[in-house]
């Protein structure tokens, strides 16, 4: 889909100059420089210096020499994400947002419109970011992985919801190969470290009844935050905070697109029963863990008991009967 037609998209430009400054960190360039290579005029790169610095990057201007960066941002920018990713199926379609209001939503429009599979969209802050059951997914600037991807794969609309499951174990490879935390997965889409909440995933799609038409996996992760407004401090941490050390945003979400695909091509080469199986083993939730599942104002205990093949959670209740739980909430009960 043609960039300038999603409002608020990333300017190429932009993008350009941030990667001529990173590239060339801590060296001055001149703005002549700047204003050839990136194909502006110089009171335009001025102009672009004064967005960048509103966006918290740290460009410095020297008196009749040119500017730098004071510090190279970690800033997902699709430039340095294509390089990093040549060759992939996520390599190709990387539409970046300083702030949108969502990026499934942007990626739900990319969907309708035609955009091939493999699409990714990422933003630096959400304003209106979408969490599971219409709660909203907080989204502080520059702090968190922020995506969603867009792909077409060949499933029956009731095999979509593996791709949360999946997705959630390959965030959860990515972040065990980043950092030394190993984060727990609760069905269908929390990714747990100490019990707080450090990521969750949200798939949403557009079918036919017996095909899907296209899938938006939206992660999020907590990377950066020092810390969660309100309530939300209770439930919600970051990888920072767990391990007391910032974490390179690029590097692990390089790493987990690279997971992705693999887990992804695997699915659709051997269908399912890899990613239940694989849930299974990793997750403490899927099996002997005493739960409540409320599912709007019904709720009720037992113990889970596995997935069944579409990755659906059994639980089985109190009375004894087993039970598919098909959405809800699930939360560990004593
Ligand atoms: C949840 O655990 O409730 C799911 C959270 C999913 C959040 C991500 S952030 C990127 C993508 N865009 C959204 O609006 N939501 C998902």
């Given at each position: 889909?043609?960039?300038?037609?999603?409002?608020?998209?990333?300017?190429?430009?932009?993008?350009?100059?941030?990667?001529?400054?990173?590239?060339?960190?801590?060296?001055?360039?001149?703005?002549?420089?700047?204003?050839?290579?990136?194909?502006?005029?110089?009171?335009?790169?001025?102009?672009?210096?004064?967005?960048?610095?509103?966006?918290?990057?740290?460009?410095?201007?020297?008196?009749?020499?040119?500017?730098?960066?004071?510090?190279?941002?970690?800033?997902?920018?699709?430039?340095?994400?294509?390089?990093?990713?040549?060759?992939?199926?996520?390599?190709?379609?990387?539409?970046?947002?300083?702030?949108?209001?969502?990026?499934?939503?942007?990626?739900?429009?990319?969907?309708?419109?035609?955009?091939?599979?493999?699409?990714?969209?990422?933003?630096?802050?959400?304003?209106?970011?979408?969490?599971?059951?219409?709660?909203?997914?907080?989204?502080?600037?520059?702090?968190?992985?922020?995506?969603?991807?867009?792909?077409?794969?060949?499933?029956?609309?009731?095999q979509a919801p593996l791709l949360t499951m999946m997705a959630g174990l390959s965030a959860r490879t990515a972040i065990a190969t980043h950092t030394e935390?190993?984060?727990?997965?609760?069905?269908?889409?929390?990714?747990?470290?100490?019990?707080?909440?450090?990521?969750?995933?949200?798939?949403?799609?557009?079918?036919?009844?017996?095909?899907?038409?296209?899938?938006?996996?939206?992660?999020?992760?907590?990377?950066?935050?020092?810390?969660?407004?309100?309530?939300?401090?209770?439930?919600?941490?970051?990888?920072?905070?767990?391990?007391?050390?910032?974490?390179?945003?690029?590097?692990?979400?390089?790493?987990?697109?690279?997971?992705?695909?693999?887990?992804?091509?695997?699915?659709?080469?051997?269908?399912?029963?890899?990613?239940?199986?694989?849930?299974?083993?990793?997750?403490?939730?899927?099996?002997?863990?005493?739960?409540?599942?409320?599912?709007?104002?019904?709720?009720?205990?037992?113990?889970?008991?596995?997935?069944?093949?579409?990755?659906?959670?059994?639980?089985k209740r109190d009375d004894g009967l087993v039970v598919t739980v098909i959405s809800g909430d699930v939360a560990e009960a004593r």
């Amino acid at each position: 889909m043609a960039q300038e037609s999603l409002p608020g998209i990333t300017d190429r430009r932009l993008a350009a100059l941030l990667t001529l400054l990173t590239e060339n960190a801590t060296i001055v360039i001149s703005g002549a420089r700047i204003a050839r290579e990136i194909g502006v005029s110089r009171s335009m790169v001025w102009q672009w210096v004064r967005q960048l610095r509103g966006l918290g990057v740290r460009v410095r201007a020297q008196r009749g020499a040119g500017y730098f960066l004071e510090r190279v941002p970690d800033i997902l920018t699709p430039d340095m994400l294509r390089q990093r990713l040549k060759g992939s199926l996520f390599g190709k379609h990387v539409y970046h947002f300083f702030k949108t209001d969502s990026t499934n939503r942007v990626a739900l429009e990319l969907g309708h419109a035609g955009e091939p599979e493999g699409a990714v969209v990422l933003a630096e802050e959400q304003t209106a970011g979408k969490g599971r059951a219409g709660r909203a997914w907080q989204s502080e600037r520059a702090a968190g992985i922020y995506m969603s991807l867009l792909l077409r794969p060949r499933l029956a609309p009731v095999q979509a919801p593996l791709l949360t499951m999946m997705a959630g174990l390959s965030a959860r490879t990515a972040i065990a190969t980043h950092t030394e935390l190993t984060p727990d997965l609760k069905w269908p889409n929390d990714l747990l470290v100490n019990g707080k909440k450090v990521g969750g995933i949200l798939t949403e799609m557009h079918a036919e009844p017996s095909q899907v038409r296209f899938v938006i996996v939206g992660i999020g992760l907590n990377v950066n935050q020092e810390k969660f407004p309100g309530e939300l401090g209770t439930t919600a941490s970051s990888l920072r905070i767990e391990t007391g050390k910032p974490v390179s945003r690029l590097e692990l979400l390089v790493r987990l697109l690279r997971e992705f695909e693999n887990d992804y091509n695997r699915f659709l080469r051997e269908g399912p029963a890899g990613v239940t199986r694989k849930f299974e083993a990793v997750s403490s939730y899927a099996q002997g863990k005493r739960v409540r599942v409320t599912n709007g104002t019904a709720s009720f205990t037992g113990m889970t008991a596995g997935l069944g093949p579409e990755g659906l959670l059994l639980v089985k209740r109190d009375d004894g009967l087993v039970v598919t739980v098909i959405s809800g909430d699930v939360a560990e009960a004593r």
